[in-house]
């Protein structure tokens, strides 16, 4: 079974520009979740996706945005790009919205960094 | 104030020896999970401890969770290069626990 797929890999933008970053879960797998990992402050939750529907967020400005598809397949945007911004942008799949004990299944991530 | 504190949060030792990190917090979790993430890729699930006093293993590394559930350790026996990674736990629970990951302790072996 193919893993969570994440593109692209890496990115580079300028400030103020807006940036569409894309992850494609496991097969079977409708829960989806974004992280942007930074040296600072670790691991932070952004936002998480069931059936479509945004079931969860986390504590960052209106500039983060994101969208699931039918498909489960998950877009995050980010606007007016500033150069905090820059960070690894992780997708994490799973098969429960209602986690518990579920895993979550990690893509290698995207790379941005704002210029 | 962080859900969860791992320490150390670096740790550099050399092949052969033998180390114990440490994931603590004041609240109680139904389980929770350790996860490695190597550079240039995503967190990987190692183990789920569930029961106040499990211990778990997994080759050489050893997972153990607090009789409380409130904390956990991971002791890593003749660390190897390939162990080098961040050490992340998270715990597992009703609410917004699964999102919280834990600081990390980020371990170089070297060889």
């Known amino acids: 079974k193919a893993g969570v797929t994440q593109t692209p890999r890496y990115l580079i933008k300028t400030r103020g520009q807006q940036v569409t970053l894309s992850c494609s879960p496991i097969?079977?797998?409708?829960?989806v979740s974004w992280y942007q990992q930074t040296p600072g402050q670790g691991l932070q939750f952004l936002f998480e996706?069931?059936?479509?529907?945004?079931?969860n967020k986390g504590n960052f400005p209106g500039r983060f945005s994101g969208r699931q598809f039918s498909n489960s397949r998950s877009e995050m945007n980010v606007s007016t790009l500033e150069l905090g911004d820059s960070a690894l942008y992780l997708c994490a799949s799973s098969l429960h919205r209602d986690r518990g004990r579920d895993t979550q299944y990690f893509g290698p991530g995207t790379r941005l960094t704002v210029l | 104030t962080q859900l969860l504190e791992q320490s150390p949060q670096f740790l550099s030792i050399q092949e052969g020896e033998n180390l114990t990190v440490y994931c603590n917090s004041s609240s109680v979790f139904s389980s929770l999970q350790w996860y490695r993430q190597e550079p240039g890729e995503g967190p990987v699930l190692l183990v789920t401890v569930v029961t106040g006093g499990e211990v778990k293993k997994l080759k050489r590394l050893t997972f153990q969770f607090g009789d409380a559930r409130k904390d956990s350790s991971l002791h890593i026996t003749a660390a190897q290069t390939g162990d080098t990674g961040l050490y992340l736990c998270v715990p597992q629970g009703p609410g917004t626990y699964k999102y919280i990951f834990g600081t990390g302790t980020r371990l170089k072996v070297l060889a």
């Open positions: 996706y069931f059936s479509e529907t945004q079931r």
């Open positions: 097969s079977g797998h409708r829960s």
